[in-house]
C-alpha cells in the first residue's frame, strides 16, 4: 500500500465528520451562542469585527510574516513528515505564550488573543509552503483563511466552508478580488464563538497558566490537522484533473 493509499482513508474519515448532520448538542450549542450574540450592542459587534479584520488583513497581506518560498521536488510523504514536525513545534510555542498569558491574569489573558491569532497565521504560511505553493499568491492566502474558517467554524458554517474548497483552482476565481469584500462578520463570530469555551477559563485566577496552555495546544492542533486535510484534497484533486486531461487527449489520438 503506497502512502498516498493510505491517507485516503483517513480523508474519507474527516471529509465524513465535515458533511454529516450536526449533533443535537451542537445545535444547543449555536442556538445558545446566537442567543448571546442578539444581546451584544450592534457597536460592540463591529468594533471586534474591525478588530479582527486589521489583524487577518496585516497577517495575510502585510509584511507581518517573511513568506517561505515554495518547497519542490518532494513527496507527499516526504512534505507530510516536515509538515507534522512543524505543527509540533507550533503546538509547544502555543502553549508556552498560552501558559505565560494565563498566569497573568485577566489582561495578560486578552492580549494571547492577537498573540496566538499570529502563531497559528504564521504556521500556515509555514505550511502552505512546505506543500509547495506560492504563498505570495493572493489566492493562496485567501486559501489559508478558508482553512482557518474551515477548522474555526460552527458545524453548519465548516460544511458550507468545506464546500467552496472542493474544488479551489476553479473557486478562487468567483472569490472577491477586493478583501473588503470578504464576510468578516461572519468570519469573526465564528472564531470568537469557537474560542471562547476553550480560552474563557484562561482568565480565571491559579487554573489560568494550565488552561492557556492545553487551550492553545489544542487549537493548534486543529488548525494544523485542518491544513494538511485540505492540502491533501487539493493534492488529490490536482491529480485527478491531470488524470482525466490525459485520458481525454488520449481519447481524441487517431487510432489505425
Request: proline share 3%; no cysteine; aromatic share 12%.
Amino acid at each position: 500500500m503506497t502512502y498516498e493509499q493510505k491517507i485516503t482513508s483517513e480523508m474519507d474519515f474527516w471529509r465524513f465528520k465535515i458533511l454529516q448532520k450536526p449533533s443535537l448538542f451542537s445545535k444547543v450549542t449555536d442556538k445558545v451562542q446566537k442567543k448571546i450574540n442578539s444581546y451584544i450592542p450592534d457597536k460592540v459587534h463591529n468594533a471586534i469585527t474591525v478588530a479582527i479584520k486589521q489583524m487577518v488583513k496585516a497577517v495575510l497581506f502585510g509584511s507581518t510574516f517573511t513568506t517561505s518560498e515554495p518547497i519542490i521536488d518532494l513527496t507527499l510523504m516526504h512534505r507530510e513528515a516536515l509538515v507534522k514536525k512543524k505543527i509540533e513545534n507550533y503546538k509547544k510555542t502555543g502553549a508556552v505564550e498560552g501558559g505565560i498569558t494565563g498566569a497573568g491574569g485577566f489582561l495578560m489573558s486578552l492580549a494571547d488573543f492577537p498573540l496566538l491569532l499570529g502563531i497559528k497565521m504564521k504556521m500556515l504560511f509555514d505550511i502552505a509552503a512546505i506543500y509547495g505553493y506560492e504563498v505570495k499568491d493572493y489566492r493562496e492566502r485567501l486559501f489559508m483563511l478558508h482553512i482557518f474558517q474551515l477548522a474555526f467554524s460552527s458545524k453548519e458554517e465548516s460544511k458550507n466552508v468545506f464546500i467552496k474548497m472542493q474544488d479551489w483552482d476553479n473557486t478562487a476565481h468567483q472569490l472577491p478580488t477586493n478583501i473588503d469584500e470578504f464576510d468578516w462578520l461572519t468570519f469573526q463570530q465564528q472564531y470568537r464563538d469557537y474560542i471562547d469555551l476553550a480560552k474563557l477559563a484562561q482568565m480565571l485566577p491559579f487554573v489560568g497558566a494550565a488552561v492557556g496552555a492545553v487551550a492553545n495546544y489544542k487549537l493548534i492542533e486543529k488548525l494544523g490537522k485542518t491544513a494538511m486535510m485540505s492540502y491533501r484534497m487539493r493534492h488529490f484533486n490536482l491529480q485527478y484533473a491531470v488524470i482525466s486531461k490525459q485520458e481525454t487527449e488520449d481519447k481524441q489520438l487517431p487510432t489505425d
